[in-house]
């Protein structure tokens, strides 16, 4: 019981731990955002991801899910997190972008 607990414990501080850094990188990109037009901010908007690198993201996410990920394959796996965080604030910041000028 008190590993779960643990467990438990550690799930919710890395998910402090990402609210932290999402809010920390929203407001970095908060400047950026400022310089879309209605183009730029479009073109954000409809970004997707290679479809070779989400087969990647999800054989990574499968692996984590199971335990099974290497110290190697958990870096690359984070560094797909944080990419995925960075694009998804852009992606809303466009949104307001367009929001803001009537273009949605």
Same mark, same amino acid.
């Given at each position: 019981? !008190?590993?779960?607990?643990?467990?438990? #414990?550690?799930? *919710?501080?890395?998910?402090?731990?990402? &609210?932290? +850094?999402?809010?920390?990188?929203?407001?970095?990109?908060?400047?950026?955002?400022?310089?879309?037009?209605?183009?730029?901010?479009?073109?954000?908007?409809?970004?997707?991801?290679?479809?070779? !690198?989400?087969?990647?993201?999800?054989? #990574?996410?499968? *692996?984590?899910?199971?335990?099974?990920? &290497?110290? +190697?394959?958990?870096?690359?796996?984070?560094?797909?997190?944080?990419?995925?965080?960075?694009?998804?604030?852009?992606?809303?910041?466009?949104?307001?972008?367009?929001?803001?000028?009537?273009?949605?």
């Amino acid at each position: 019981m !008190v590993v779960c607990q643990k467990a438990e #414990l550690r799930g *919710r501080l890395a998910a402090m731990s990402q &609210t932290q +850094e999402s809010s920390v990188l929203d407001r970095m990109l908060e400047p950026l955002s400022r310089c879309l037009d209605a183009e730029s901010a479009k073109r954000v908007t409809e970004l997707v991801i290679d479809p070779s !690198v989400q087969s990647r993201v999800d054989v #990574l996410a499968e *692996r984590a899910n199971e335990g099974l990920l &290497t110290p +190697e394959e958990r870096s690359e796996y984070e560094a797909y997190i944080n990419a995925d965080d960075f694009i998804a604030i852009l992606k809303m910041k466009a949104k307001r972008v367009l929001g803001s000028n009537g273009s949605s």
